[in-house]
């Protein structure tokens, strides 16, 4: 073999092995400092996107709220934070012990699946209290102020979804493979 064949082979080796030691961090990354929202209740794998349904999200909206309202509302959650707290402490050990447990000298399935498990019970309790939280804050309002936080949600919802088709544009996979291609006019 010439020396311009090694130096491309050797050149080709380093390249999939930087690729190969990306991908092998990348997943650890994801499955030691979270991943996808956990499954819930009813199957679902993926969280709520935003809006009204969305807790996490309508946090944001509570300024549309009278400073009375704002202050109940911010109050309820304001109960839970200690055991959110705590569960997030919680969440940060299981982590934590997820590494070690991936970073050990002999790789231990059932070890590494029953803390996944573990960690996913963690979030789909922390998941919960804030729900409770969320839902019996929400039920308390007066009927035109949850009206109206829910308007502003799905208001600002569309407004994201009209800058994100602006800046990218429809973007659609590949046509189906049993689907004729279109006329040629």
Same mark, same amino acid.
């Given at each position: 073999?010439?020396?311009?064949?090694?130096?491309? $082979?050797?050149?080709?080796?380093?390249?999939? $092995?930087?690729?190969?030691?990306?991908?092998?961090?990348?997943?650890?990354?994801?499955?030691?400092?979270?991943?996808?929202?956990?499954?819930?209740? @009813? &199957?679902? /794998?993926?969280?709520? /996107?935003? &809006?009204?349904?969305?807790?996490?999200?309508?946090?944001?909206?509570?300024?549309?709220?009278?400073?009375? $309202?704002?202050?109940?509302?911010?109050?309820?959650?304001r109960e839970q934070l200690p055991s959110m707290r705590q *569960?997030?402490?919680?969440?940060?050990?299981? /982590?934590?012990?997820? &590494?070690?447990?991936?970073?050990a000298e002999e790789w231990d399935d059932a070890a590494i @699946?029953?803390? $996944?498990?573990?960690?996913?019970?963690?979030?789909? =309790?922390?998941? !919960? +209290?804030?729900? !409770?939280?969320?839902?019996? +804050?929400?039920k308390d309002l007066p009927a035109a102020e949850r009206k109206?936080?829910?308007? *502003?949600?799905?208001? =600002?919802?569309?407004?994201? /979804?009209?800058?994100?088709?602006?800046?990218?544009?429809?973007? =659609?996979?590949?046509?189906?493979?049993?689907?004729?291609?279109?006329?040629?006019?």
């Open positions: 073999m010439g020396r311009g064949v090694i130096i491309g $082979l050797a050149a080709l080796l380093f390249v999939s $092995l930087g690729l190969n030691i990306f991908a092998l961090g990348h997943m650890s990354g994801r499955m030691i400092a979270g991943g996808p929202a956990p499954e819930h209740h @009813d &199957g679902r /794998r993926h969280g709520p /996107r935003g &809006g009204f349904e969305d807790p996490f999200k309508i946090m944001r909206y509570a300024e549309e709220l009278s400073p009375e $309202l704002r202050a109940e509302f911010r109050g309820a959650f *569960t997030h402490r919680e969440m940060g050990g299981l /982590r934590r012990e997820l &590494g070690v447990l991936m970073s @699946d029953a803390k $996944l498990d573990e960690i996913r019970s963690v979030q789909d =309790r922390q998941y !919960d +209290a804030f729900n !409770d939280a969320f839902i019996s +804050a929400f109206r936080l829910i308007d *502003t949600a799905n208001e =600002r919802r569309a407004e994201r /979804r009209k800058r994100w088709k602006e800046r990218h544009g429809e973007r =659609r996979g590949p046509p189906p493979e049993d689907v004729p291609p279109p006329p040629e006019d």
